[in-house]
């Protein structure tokens, strides 16, 4: 039997145009593959909005939750009244939405009465959870209006979780026992499960999510468990692709990488991909491919097993940002280190991921990669915090930088591409460099007024050599 499991993104599912093109592709793949796994994410913008939902209950902003709520109601129930579902299909599906959003006022209006008490990690973690489940439903009812068997599933009964509450890691054991018991017995009905993305729960039931962008997480997870021959993410760009399109003009789509070589490039700031989703497709060597909805006739990317005929070359560039620490002397860095993670996880719950150190007998220079999922503010937030601390702000110059990376073939061994890159960047002060242990990556630490400048010359490297 071959499975295959597709995740659609929030912009993929936010619009009419978006769900009528996911119809399309359904239908299709439903004649190609013995099973189809749906993972969805919550419209684009709703997960913020809910975010900042939590945030204001927990200051007892009573007003401003339910306008809130208010807002996420009408947006969906646009979304619905647009598609073509049949009068039945859509009161019923307008009730469930209702229910959802009713419970979730109630979760939040709990949060509100106790707004002096912290707001505990998984109470925010079940507030979040409200937009994968109301995209999930609305997929579903499309599927059964055009007569395929689609059934929302909540992945809070399937991916169990630690108690790393905003970023949580899946027993994959126990998830797939879960998948097994509740997920499996659907597929061999000729169900199509529609499963949420990025939320999950703790193996005592509590929600917990897999931090930002974590709906491809839960694709790869899912396809792990029940033994899927491909994993395809559904995206709004043709594919994974040489530098950022919204950074680089001429960024090129790459036809294929490694699983090494698209794990990093997620990990150093690529945002199509969660930076752990890899892992376990490269365990079970599934392929993974990510393409676009719009233009589902073209292939994408295919990310699989490094293969003896990829010949050494620069594949791509990223960039992102992270905080540069100096100080006019040396010593031991690891309970720096361990104060800024700490002081990272209270502000975003997430950590620092990576960490490039560079040290003299005069200087020490450490810089910390923010990781996307931390959210767009952290850096800021991370930086204020810091100044803050008596200690720290007396001994360490606390900067912005980007750390800019390279990704290729062969990195680790054909120096002269590493070479190539530095000649590139001739008269642009590096703070610090650093080759991955992947020997498919090198990052450069420059100050943010040259970012944009690196990342356009390693670019133009990339399309020279073709």
Sequence with gaps: MSTLVMKFGGTSVGMTTGLSQVLSIVLYEHERWTNLILVVSALEGVTDALIEAAHLAQLNNQRGYRRIVATLRTRHLALIEHLPLGSTEKTALQTDLDRLLYDL?????????????????EVADKIVHVGERLAARIVAALLRQNNLRGVAIDATDLIITNNAYGNAIPDLALTRERIATHLLPLLQRGIIPVVTGYISSSVTGKPTTLGRGGSDYTASVLGVGSDAREVWVWTDVDGLMTADPREIDDARVIPTLSYDEAAELAYFGARILHPRMIHPLREQSIPLRVRNVYTPQQPGTLVRDKLASMLPAIRAVTSIQGLGMSTSHNGPLAPLAQTVDSMLADLTGSHTDVTITSQSSSHSFICFVIPTMAGPDALHSLQVALNQDEELSAGWNTR?????????TRLGEIHTLTANVLLALEGIPLLALSQAPSHCSVSLVVETQYGETALTRIHNLILKNG
């Design 105 to 121: 006022l109630g979760t939040c209006q709990t949060v509100a009465e106790h707004h002096d008490d912290a707001l505990r990690p």
């Design 400 to 408: 912005p930088v980007q750390v800019v990376t390279v990704i290729g």
